[in-house]
């Protein structure tokens, strides 16, 4: 049982004036996903930076955890996660 972790950059979209989950960026380390969620922020209505923690050979999520909130957010996107 080999763990990877990733680190996500999610957007959210406004549809019918409700946020909604957009685009997810792969990036490299903790500190790119950062930069990168808060620049992408500024054209957006909002974005998070996540580390995801999984089994690489069945794909089970292990964890999952916000490491930055920038913009506008769903205030149950966190519940969500923990539901996943």
């Not at 549809?15 to 990036?27: A, E, F, I």
């Not at 500190?31 to 909002?46: C, F, I, Y």
């Amino acid at each position: 049982m080999t763990m990877r972790t990733t680190y996500l950059v999610q957007t959210f979209v406004l549809k019918r004036k409700r946020l909604c989950p957009g685009d997810q960026q792969v990036s490299p380390t903790v500190s790119g996903a950062l930069k990168r969620a808060e620049a992408m922020a500024t054209r957006l209505p909002g974005t998070a930076a996540l580390q995801i923690v999984a089994d690489d050979e069945t794909g089970e999520l292990e964890s999952a955890t916000i490491l930055g909130r920038f913009g506008e957010v769903p205030e149950d996107f966190a519940d969500s996660l923990q539901a996943a």
